[in-house]
């Protein structure tokens, strides 16, 4: 299971997901990424605690979760932030602080064939 409420996310553990990052400038434009910026997605228990999971895509807008990112994590609350690094070196939180529910799986099989 994958879903989004407001800017929280709700994961079954081992499921893959994909997110589009909206872009937008103050006055409302689309921002298109371009080929060289790169989106950060950072995950960690609380603030100040380590990071359970780092993932970086370069020249795209589309945050990936692959089973293996989060089957041995602890089923949980995390706090989870995306930054948008343009090619210039400029950072902008554009998601930030935001909670991330890995919740628990019932068939623990990955070999299945879709």
Do not use: W
Not at 31 to 52: C, H, L, P, W
Request: net charge negative; glycine share 6%.
């Amino acid at each position: 299971m994958f879903k989004i409420k407001g800017n929280d996310i709700y994961l079954t553990r081992a499921d893959s997901a994909e997110l589009s990052v909206n872009l937008r400038y103050a006055d409302g434009r689309q921002y298109a990424i371009g080929e060289n910026d790169t989106i950060i997605f950072q995950m960690r228990k609380e603030r100040s605690s380590v990071v359970e999971l780092s993932k970086t895509f370069v020249g795209t807008s589309i945050v990936t979760l692959e089973p293996n990112d989060t089957k041995d994590l602890d089923f949980g609350k995390y706090k989870y932030e995306i930054e948008l690094v343009l090619e210039s070196g400029k950072v902008y939180t554009v998601i930030p602080y935001a909670d991330l529910f890995l919740e628990n799986e019932i068939v623990i099989t990955h070999n299945c064939v879709l």
